[in-house]
């Protein structure tokens, strides 16, 4: 355990204290090493930030090998960078911090402002991995609730939205199954503090011919069906995919109103 650790340990046991998570779902998240690994996700220190209220907007990344077979790079390079834009140009700029990691643990980079966000580009982001699905949707949201718990200690409120992006079912996870990311998605949604989506951009079996139902696998995760977009494993569906998810953010961006008006609507779609 890194030397890290026990300040992320600290925040969980506050957290729990404070109401802000339930013991059950901390339980879930009691796995060695993984405050390293939310440490890496962190990033800026609340007292650079200078909003009274923060949205934490979190990203985690498909980095699978199926992402480049199919053509779709550049497609999920856009789609952050897109987000990462239509943020910057919202009336709530300063106090969205934003943080990506890719699905095979890489930390594209830690919360930051969004002056601070880098571009993924092809030296950043260049898919071929596996696809452990449920182990990094447990790690990016025990970040996101080390992060919230950190922001509001610190006196600053804090509201989150998370988006998952996958082409893949979970293959490679080792801890974590859809039943133990449930009472994680769970806990939180149950504090209407958080938004937690998902894009599954759909592809056919090629042993059976079947399409994968992601829709299920997220149900089956605790996800909302008013936050899951499946996207045809086509370039315009895509990039419509990503476009809702940006408009979502910066809507649910706006204060607490528009929050949990967003929050009740799911996905800003036509």
Known sequence: MSKSSPAVSQLFTSAVQNGNVSQLAAQALNIPDLGAQIQEGLGVAPDDVRAQE???VTTLVDDSGSIRFAGNSQLVRDGHNGMVAALKGSKQAGGVLMHTRYLNGTVL????????????????????????????????????????QEMEEAGTAARSVTVIVTDGMDEGSRVHTADSVRKVVND??????????????????????????????????????????????????????????????????????????TAAGGFVTP
Do not use: C
């Open 54 to 56: 923060v949205t934490l």
């Open 109 to 148: 980079y830690p919360y930051s402002l969004l002056d601070q966000v880098p571009q993924m580009d092809s030296h950043n982001y260049d898919p071929n991995g596996g696809t452990p699905l449920y182990d990094q949707t447990a790690l990016i949201l025990g970040t996101v609730l080390a992060k919230y």
């Open 188 to 261: 939180m949604l149950a504090r209407e503090r958080h938004i937690i989506g998902a894009i599954g951009i759909q592809y056919t079996d090629s042993r059976t011919g079947q399409a994968f139902d992601f829709r299920e696998v997220f149900r089956e995760m605790g996800l909302q069906d008013r936050w899951i977009l499946t996207p045809e494993n086509d370039h315009s569906a895509i990039r419509r995919a990503f476009n809702f998810m940006s408009q979502s953010a910066v809507r649910a961006s706006q204060g607490g109103a528009q929050f949990s008006k």
